[in-house]
């Protein structure tokens, strides 16, 4: 709270400073493909609002300079940080609109990936950026009745830069399901869907990646009809694998017929990444609980991407269909359309900066 109240940083740079505020660990990913980019010519002197963040953002060392949170909303302490700073830009992510913050500094100021509410906050501070990027040509349109300068590239969180490697499993012949992000609570949807598939089709193989490794026991006790092996454990074709191993799940999509997310099946979570699948050009299923995604969940669905199943027996009908080529994955490439998306922002951030 002190360094909020009175921010005591020093900075020292040959490069113009770019402050970059994130409120937390989720604006902080979405934003990670443009600070890639503004670090190869910016000092980035990264803030963030939630407390929680801390701990992950200082893991995080490849995408900034220096760390600091923000200062509290008060002149006093907005002045003392940017007479320490001395700014060349502001770069806010998607909503984050402090009165002072945006008042009192005079640099340029550009905010990302935002979306219009029609708010008055809205209308009082969205002047104050020399440019607003919106997620659609309708944020846009909203921003402009507020006489403000927008523009609309997409949503950035459609902006997955990963490096390319191969996930091996030893796994007998047979379409392969990968079910990732799961909590224990949607163990019962995946045993009733795993149980009918198999009814229809010999030689499924199903690849399970718990949310939280740590509850891999659990997974192993309440999946032990399937005979299910750890990952780790390199049993060679075996046929139910549960993943102890962190950082592969984006990568084992790729080995997939079809795939199912998590999060989505039970009350209390909202949903994760649905469009990770889809990166490797893989149908996705998920579940009606997805009130966190629901700008991926419309993407998804309005692109023929992905389907949302309100039963087990919908997600086996879905899953018949694709495995029997009923259903044949659309010409989309999220890949090339996440990368105009991108080149869209850097187009607009290097005119705004006059880089």
Same mark, same amino acid.
């Given at each position: 709270m002190w360094d909020r109240l009175f921010p005591r940083l020093s900075i020292s740079s040959s490069k113009p400073i770019i402050w970059f505020h994130c409120a937390s660990v989720g604006e902080f990913n979405t934003a990670k493909p443009i600070l890639s980019e503004l670090k190869k010519d910016f000092f980035i002197l990264l803030t963030y609002f939630s407390p929680r =963040?801390?701990?992950?953002?200082?893991?995080q060392k490849d995408f900034y300079h220096a760390l600091h949170p923000l200062p509290l909303?008060?002149? !006093?302490?907005?002045?003392? +940080?940017? &007479?320490?700073?001395?700014? +060349? =830009? $502001?770069?806010?992510?998607?909503?984050?609109?402090?009165? !002072?913050? $945006?008042?009192?500094?005079? =640099?340029?100021?550009i905010l990302l990936n935002t979306y219009a509410k029609g708010s008055l906050m809205e209308r009082l501070l969205s002047k104050e950026f020399d440019l607003i990027i919106c997620r659609t040509e309708k944020d846009k349109e909203i921003f402009h009745s507020f006489s403000a300068k927008a523009v609309a590239c997409g949503n950035l969180k459609f902006v997955m830069e990963r490096e390319d490697k191969d996930i091996e499993l030893s796994m007998p012949e047979g379409k392969v399901i990968v079910a990732g992000s799961f909590?224990?609570?949607?163990?019962?949807?995946? #045993?009733?869907?795993?149980?009918?598939?198999? #009814? &229809?089709?010999?030689?499924?193989?199903?690849?399970?990646?718990?949310?939280?490794?740590?509850?891999?026991?659990? !997974?192993? &006790?309440?999946? =032990?009809? +399937? #005979?299910?092996?750890?990952?780790?454990? #390199?049993?060679? @074709?075996?046929? +139910?694998?549960?993943? @102890?191993?962190?950082?592969e799940l984006f990568y084992l999509y790729k080995l997939s017929h079809i795939s199912l997310v998590g999060g989505t099946f039970s009350k209390g979570v909202g949903g994760h990444n649905i469009l990770e699948p889809v990166y490797h050009k893989k149908f996705v299923l998920f579940g009606e609980h997805a009130q966190k995604i629901k700008d991926l969940e419309e993407f998804v669905l309005s692109k023929g991407l992905g389907f949302k199943v309100k039963s087990v027996r919908e997600a086996v009908d879905v899953a018949m269909k694709v495995i029997n080529g009923e259903i044949v994955y659309p010409e989309f490439d999220l890949r090339e359309y996440a990368k105009k998306i991108k080149e869209?922002?850097? @187009?607009?951030?290097?005119?705004?900066?006059?880089v």
């Open positions: =963040a801390k701990n992950f953002l200082q893991s909303d008060l002149p !006093f302490s907005v002045e003392s +940080f940017l &007479k320490r700073v001395n700014p +060349f =830009a $502001l770069m806010v992510m998607e909503r984050e609109l402090w009165y !002072f913050m $945006l008042k009192k500094t005079k =640099a340029k100021k909590h224990p609570s949607e163990l019962g949807v995946l #045993k009733g869907f795993y149980r009918e598939l198999l #009814k &229809k089709v010999k030689g499924i193989n199903l690849v399970v990646v718990p949310r939280h490794v740590s509850k891999v026991e659990v !997974f192993m &006790k309440e999946l =032990a009809e +399937f #005979k299910p092996c750890l990952k780790s454990s #390199k049993v060679p @074709d075996c046929r +139910f694998v549960v993943v @102890d191993t962190l950082g869209c922002y850097m @187009d607009w951030i290097s005119k705004t900066l006059e």
